[in-house]
């Protein structure tokens, strides 16, 4: 069986990987650079990459472990994979989301997402959206997706009104 924090995402970038990890760990507490990796002169027929140039870093985000390739730019971010935050409060949702979309060219999408300026695709959303849609309550359901659906950044005390 694997040890904890045994699985960790490995983030594909073009060149931006010290850039990203580096303003990740500047916005989660508990957070830091594990180490970074240079690409040797060995491989350049297959990597591209001159030799000391940033191939790896490992970090952590608030305790998870992450990888971050410069990889070349035949891969790109799409919102089909996410990282979800999960916020206790309005004041939480409203920093990281202040943070993850300062320097650049941030976009909001619908339902709590936001692409950063690297093109990682986060939700921010509270602590308790799944409890919006426990139990057999339907109309609570659809007022709350009815809601979120109007939304960009989430608005708890509306998501809280829309539950009843």
């Not at 790109?76 to 990282?83: D, E, G, K, Q």
């Amino acid at each position: 069986m694997p040890k904890l924090n045994a699985i960790s995402p490995c983030l594909w970038f073009d060149h931006q990987a010290e850039d990203a990890a580096r303003f990740y760990t500047g916005i989660f507490p508990a957070s830091r650079i594990i180490r970074v990796a240079h690409y040797p002169a060995v491989g350049q027929e297959v990597h591209g990459r001159p030799a000391g140039s940033v191939m790896f870093v490992d970090f952590e985000l608030a305790g998870q472990r992450f990888g971050a390739l410069n990889g070349g730019p035949q891969f790109r971010f799409s919102p089909a994979v996410s990282l979800q935050l999960h916020c206790d409060s309005q004041q939480e949702i409203d920093h990281y989301w202040g943070r993850l979309s300062e320097e650049g060219a941030a976009e909001a999408q619908q339902c709590g997402w936001l692409a950063d300026r690297f093109g990682l695709s986060w939700q921010i959303v509270p602590a308790q959206m799944g409890s919006f849609f426990d139990g057999d309550d339907a109309d609570r359901a659809g007022r709350v997706m009815q809601a979120v659906m109007s939304m960009k950044k989430l608005d708890l005390a509306a998501l809280q009104r829309a539950a009843g």
